[in-house]
């Protein structure tokens, strides 16, 4: 591990040779062997040439929208983003001269109509929180290349065991690394990768921006991709198992959990919504070992309530038009025995049942 701010120099001659372009590493905001494992990892496993890591999910977003557009341009955004990309993008962005329009991913008519002369950016995710739609890439792809706009997609749920977006055309694909490639809620980290143009200049951002990641972060979400195909293929059966259990129940109002995502399954979250059926705060106060987070993708088993987290300060009547109800959990499957789970679910539903 590269624990260190800077790297040092024999001589004179020897620092040079860093501004010749015949060593790679300076000063660890720039570039640290690290940080580049973990770009780099990320990129193989993506398909693409080039990554770079970042100090989280968001400047990895940040550093990539900057790389494409500037003071004066327009971004096309899917209205059903994760919150924080949504603060980023409807004020921050806002901030610098940049305009983002939100539009339903489902409607290609509806973007199209959205595009003007000064639109360089198509963004969307290539699974939605909480839920779980999943975006035809395919189309939204085509659309925009047609338009010449550059597409830019956040796959940090669905992860390159389920989509590889660029391999399918996008651009740019970003990912939280707090999330499945960490995969042990223990590290604040983001990837972003591309062709090798749109890497270098998003990298420069992130040197200019102080957007780095620290080494240790980086060697932890290092250590956790080794494991991400393991992990996932376990989470993703768990995933189904859950699914399968809970819709066989029809006091349940509705199970969100996709089909036919990929030949690797369908994603390691659930959501469910309990409906008019159970009381929702019984329901927490009923999970036992399965904690209440405001994250996901970890190894133990979590849930969430989007309603009081990530769609707090979205508008009632938004909320209802995207389907974030009083009765909505998501769930964030682990790598436990699928038997444990499903008891877990079971007891804390039939407590729940009104
Ligand atoms: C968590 C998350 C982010 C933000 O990532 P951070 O690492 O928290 O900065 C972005 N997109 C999605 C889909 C996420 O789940």
Redesign the pocket.
């Known amino acids: 591990m590269y624990q260190t701010s800077a790297f040092s120099f024999k001589d004179l001659d020897d620092m040079e040779d860093f501004y010749r372009g015949n060593k790679e590493y300076l000063y660890t905001r720039f570039s640290n062997p690290n940080t580049d494992d973990l770009g780099q990892g990320v990129a193989e496993l993506e398909g693409a040439p080039k990554g770079v890591a970042t100090?989280?999910?968001?400047?990895?977003?940040l550093a990539g929208v900057l790389a494409v557009v500037s003071h004066g341009d327009h971004i096309i955004a899917s209205e059903d983003?994760?919150g924080?990309?949504y603060q980023l993008f409807a004020h921050e962005l806002k901030e610098f001269g940049i305009e983002v329009s939100f539009v339903s991913m489902n409607n290609l008519d509806e973007i199209e109509n959205t595009i003007r002369v000064n639109t360089k950016l198509l963004y969307s995710?290539s699974i939605t929180?909480p839920l779980l739609r999943v975006e035809n890439l395919a189309s939204l792809i085509s659309l925009a290349k047609k338009h010449k706009l550059t597409t830019m997609i956040?796959n940090?749920?669905a992860t390159p065991y389920l989509i590889k977006p660029f391999e399918l055309g996008a651009d740019l694909v970003?990912?939280?690394?707090?999330?499945y490639i960490g995969g042990h809620s223990d590290v604040?980290?983001?990837v972003l990768v591309g062709n090798e143009t749109l890497i270098s200049k998003a990298k420069t951002k992130v040197v200019n921006l102080g957007c780095n990641l620290s080494p240790f972060e980086a060697w932890l979400a290092c250590r956790g991709l080794k494991t991400l195909a393991v992990r996932m293929e376990r989470q993703v059966k768990n995933a189904q198992a859950l699914a399968d259990f809970l819709r066989q129940n029809t006091a349940i109002k509705r199970v969100y959990y996709p089909e036919s995502v990929s030949e690797n399954g369908n994603g390691a979250i659930v959501s469910v919504d309990l409906g008019e059926n159970y009381d929702i705060d019984v329901f927490f106060k009923s999970l036992q070992w399965i904690r209440i987070v405001p994250?996901?993708?970890g190894v133990e088993s979590t849930v969430t309530y989007p309603l009081r987290t990530s769609h707090r300060t979205v508008p009632e009547a938004i909320r209802s038009k995207l389907g974030i109800t009083r009765g909505l959990v998501r769930i964030s499957l682990g790598i436990e025995d699928a038997e444990d789970i499903i008891d877990a679910f079971d007891k804390a539903i039939k407590t729940a049942k009104l």
């Open positions: 100090s989280s999910g968001m400047s990895a977003i983003i994760y924080g990309t995710e929180n956040d940090t749920f970003i990912h939280s690394a707090t999330k604040t980290a983001g994250t996901l993708a």
